[in-house]
């Protein structure tokens, strides 16, 4: 039997034997620059959309950095083309960093968090910033092959572009088409999956650029029945540069792969974790879906499902209604909306707790470090007494780990089936 010590929570520094590191880096290489002191911060990494809704699109997945602000003092240079150098919004970037107790103090630690810089807000005192992660970057990258907009006659754009493969060898061809394809386009992003083999095709038409962003694109991808999990991982390549390792699912297993299957115990004065909260939401029965084209001729579909509504003991009928300009045929209109019923269809219930990663086990290794674990992995959580939930071990997948200076780590988990109704 494991025996954790928890640690207290509090706000961790160098003597805590753990900490957070922060260095700036070149956005485009990737290159580590001078460290930044950051005093007080809060970040996030997800891999999905992590609220309870009705449509419960998984989207690709993100990372955050917000609430920073900076002393003039902490910013490296000594004049105001040093500093506006050193933080440059766009052009240069921050890595957040873990390293748990007992690594070597000479290591930066493991990298958690990204994003470049943007926006800025500077003061007399002070610099105030967010950061933008490397999936909220490819909002502003387009998936046009280069040179062929604008390019047909008359000025028009009547050429596209077809991508065979696996999904995610679709994923890494657009991210291609929208970075390393376009002068000044690179990104430090490794694409594992290019070229890989598989049944899926998409088409992309030049002229559709409003519709193009590659997280647009990658967000379609993600969302469609039997769309994988898709995010970016940071690591270190070497002693200089952080990198970004494009993960996601096959066509077969729509989620990612992991190495050990994660555990926590939740029980009343005891366990892992602390302030377990389940959300619930009302089932959806029908899902009604339009897409490209316009008043009567738009493409309309209808999922539904009637087996709740046609129980001894009923639910109430319940709609919702979206719509996705950008589908063209009603095969693939049909799987989003689908996809969206297949999520809704019966009674959601959604867990979230939070743990102390600073919590050892009776040898003095943490019990849960980061970059042990990531969003988008399975855990066993083993929960007893709960006021409304029956005793035993459920298997959650992890959507949205978030925090901030301390120790304290907020897990949210995979919106599931409620065990009772």
């Not at 449509?55 to 003092?73: C, M, N």
């Not at 899926?200 to 039997?226: F, I, M, Y």
């Amino acid at each position: 039997m494991v025996v954790a010590r928890r640690a207290q929570r509090h706000r961790l520094g160098p003597g805590d034997g753990m900490t957070w590191t922060h260095y700036l880096y070149d956005t485009t290489t990737g290159l580590l620059g001078s460290p930044i002191d950051l005093p007080a911060f809060q970040w996030s990494v997800s891999v999905s959309d992590s609220t309870l809704s009705t449509t419960r699109d998984k989207g690709v997945g993100e990372d955050d950095v917000s609430g920073l602000k900076v002393p003039w003092s902490a910013v490296p240079g000594s004049t105001p083309a040093a500093r506006n150098a050193a933080l440059m919004a766009g052009k240069r970037s921050i890595v957040s960093m873990w390293r748990p107790a007992g690594a070597d103090p000479s290591s930066p630690g493991i990298p958690i968090v990204t994003g470049c810089i943007e926006p800025r807000t500077d003061t007399w005192n002070d610099t105030s910033f967010s950061l933008l992660s490397t999936m909220q970057q490819l909002a502003y990258r387009i998936v046009v092959p280069e040179g062929r907009f604008g390019m047909d006659e008359g000025g028009t754009s009547r050429s596209s572009i077809t991508v065979n493969g696996s999904y995610r060898a679709i994923a890494c061809e657009a991210i291609r088409l929208a970075t390393s394809a376009k002068p000044g386009g690179a990104l430090p992003i490794d694409l594992p999956y290019a070229g890989e083999d598989g049944t899926r095709t998409r088409t992309w038409a030049t002229w559709n650029v409003q519709n193009l962003s590659c997280l647009d694109v990658l967000t379609k991808l993600s969302n469609v029945q039997a769309g994988p999990d898709m995010q970016f991982r940071p690591y270190l390549a070497d002693a200089q540069h952080v990198r970004q390792r494009f993960v996601a699912a096959s066509d077969g297993d729509v989620y990612l792969g992991q190495d050990v299957m994660h555990s926590l115990r939740a029980f009343p004065g005891g366990g892992d974790v602390d302030d377990l909260t389940i959300t619930r939401a009302a089932p959806i029965q029908r899902v009604y879906m339009t897409g490209a084209g316009t008043d009567e001729a738009t493409l309309c579909t209808l999922a539904e499902d009637r087996t709740l509504i046609e129980m001894m003991d009923p639910w109430p009928l319940r709609e919702s209604a979206k719509s996705d300009t950008d589908l063209d045929n009603i095969p693939l209109l049909t799987a989003h909306a689908t996809a969206t019923l297949n999520a809704n269809s019966r009674p959601l219930m959604q867990a979230s707790c939070t743990i102390d990663i600073a919590d050892e086990d009776a040898s003095g290794s943490p019990l849960h470090p980061l970059g042990s674990f990531w969003p988008g992995e399975l855990f066993t959580v083993s929960i007893s007494s709960y006021p409304s939930l029956p005793d035993g071990d459920y298997l959650m997948r992890l959507m949205q780990m978030k925090g901030d200076e301390t120790s304290t780590v907020k897990l949210v988990f995979d919106i599931m089936d409620d065990p009772i109704y």
